[in-house]
């Protein structure tokens, strides 16, 4: 894991957008309790939220600015966190939830969209495992019922599910034990957008 400075650098190889066309893009992700800059970059942006803090809205900007199907997948990975000490048993709902919105990350199809959503269904939308599974499902496509006319999902609120996703998986007793996971859970988000951290079949077995 890189240290905390190294968020600073988000992505060398690209040049970053405007953070507010990043705000504007997936407005359902937010709010924002810190607008940022009118000429400021999404890296300067996300960099100074968590320098200064503000790791709520880090949080949420870093899933906007990673694109739903890797802020699905950087949410699949504080989860996993989360739970890699005690991980639930195969079949469970848990389980059944994170194994749908993972393979919908390697194999964003319509039908692993449609189990996602029904695993999140199952194992309640107020888990971090049922909220990533309903950003994979919010991700694309259509939010209506099979065969309805098609309701495009508003834009960010996939983002908005994987950051809960992280948030949930973020609880702690105290707000400083909190905090360090946010934090690490951002260098996580970091590493994904320089391009590292990113799935492959791999990964997960």
Same mark, same amino acid.
């Given at each position: 894991?890189?240290?905390?400075?190294?968020?600073? *650098?988000?992505?060398?190889?690209?040049?970053?957008?405007? $953070?507010?066309?990043?705000?504007?893009?997936? $407005? $359902?992700?937010?709010?924002?309790?810190?607008?940022?800059?009118?000429?400021?970059?999404?890296?300067?942006?996300?960099?100074?939220?968590?320098?200064?803090?503000?790791?709520?809205?880090?949080?949420?900007?870093?899933?906007?600015?990673?694109?739903?199907?890797?802020?699905?997948?950087?949410?699949?990975?504080?989860?996993?966190?989360?739970?890699?000490?005690?991980?639930?048993?195969?079949?469970?709902?848990?389980?059944?939830?994170?194994?749908?919105?993972?393979?919908?990350?390697?194999?964003?199809?319509?039908?692993?969209?449609?189990?996602?959503?029904?695993?999140?269904?199952?194992?309640?939308?107020?888990?971090?495992?049922?909220?990533?599974?309903?950003?994979?499902?919010?991700?694309?496509?259509?939010?209506?019922?099979?065969?309805?006319?098609?309701?495009?999902?508003?834009?960010?609120?996939?983002?908005?599910?994987?950051?809960?996703?992280?948030?949930?998986?973020?609880?702690?007793?105290?707000?400083?034990?909190?905090?360090?996971?946010?934090?690490?859970?951002?260098?996580?988000?970091? *590493?994904?957008?320089?391009?590292?951290?990113?799935?492959? *079949?791999?990964?997960?077995?």
């Amino acid at each position: 894991m890189p240290p905390a400075s190294a968020i600073a *650098e988000v992505d060398s190889s690209t040049v970053a957008p405007p $953070a507010q066309d990043v705000c504007v893009a997936a $407005a $359902a992700a937010g709010p924002w309790t810190t607008r940022p800059d009118s000429n400021e970059t999404a890296d300067a942006y996300f960099s100074r939220l968590v320098e200064t803090n503000q790791l709520e809205d880090a949080t949420r900007f870093a899933a906007a600015y990673l694109g739903p199907r890797r802020a699905v997948w950087w949410a699949l990975l504080c989860v996993w966190n989360l739970l890699r000490l005690s991980p639930p048993l195969e079949g469970d709902a848990t389980a059944a939830a994170i194994d749908a919105a993972v393979a919908w990350v390697f194999d964003p199809t319509e039908s692993k969209r449609r189990t996602a959503q029904a695993a999140a269904e199952t194992v309640g939308f107020d888990t971090p495992a049922g909220a990533a599974a309903t950003a994979a499902f919010w991700a694309e496509g259509s939010i209506s019922l099979p065969g309805q006319p098609e309701v495009p999902p508003p834009p960010g609120v996939a983002a908005k599910a994987a950051a809960n996703a992280v948030l949930m998986a973020a609880a702690a007793p105290s707000t400083a034990e909190r905090d360090a996971v946010l934090r690490q859970s951002l260098r996580i988000a970091a *590493e994904i957008l320089r391009g590292s951290s990113l799935w492959t *079949e791999g990964d997960w077995k």
